[in-house]
């Protein structure tokens, strides 16, 4: 009877056995191989690139903006003052002498 009981315990361990065997192998059908890990990867790398990228771009635009905004907020923050009223500015010209003379030439003598 001994033997009897052990003999149904091992066919009942088998049968767990088989079953636990099945469900192992259907999960181990459903892991990705290792192509499909190497097109993870790759897409993960895509992905990180573009994501850097978009990140640089973004921070160049909004740089670019806020010198912009800036440059135009300092430049019209203050209201322009007008040149302050002054004299008028006078150019003086000479008249051209009426003959000219070589140099070294006396001038002619009158009688």
């Given at each position: 009877m001994d033997i009897e009981h052990r003999v149904v315990n091992l066919e009942e361990?088998?049968?767990?056995?088989?079953?636990?065997?099945?469900?192992?192998e259907a999960r181990?059908?459903?892991m990705a191989t290792k192509a499909d890990l190497a097109e993870l990867r790759a897409e993960v790398h895509r992905s990180a690139?573009?994501?850097?990228?978009w990140i640089v771009g973004m921070g160049i635009g909004?740089?670019?903006?806020g010198i912009t905004i800036i440059t135009f907020v300092l430049?019209?923050?203050t209201p322009k003052?007008?040149?302050?009223?002054g004299a008028p500015i006078t150019i003086y010209t000479q008249p051209?002498?009426?003959?000219?003379?070589?140099?070294?030439s006396a001038a002619p003598r009158q009688p």
């Open positions: 361990f088998a049968a767990v056995t088989g079953e636990r065997l099945a469900r192992i181990l059908e459903d690139n573009e994501t850097i990228r909004l740089g670019v903006a430049n019209n923050a003052v007008p040149p302050a009223p051209a002498p009426a003959t000219a003379q070589a140099p070294g």
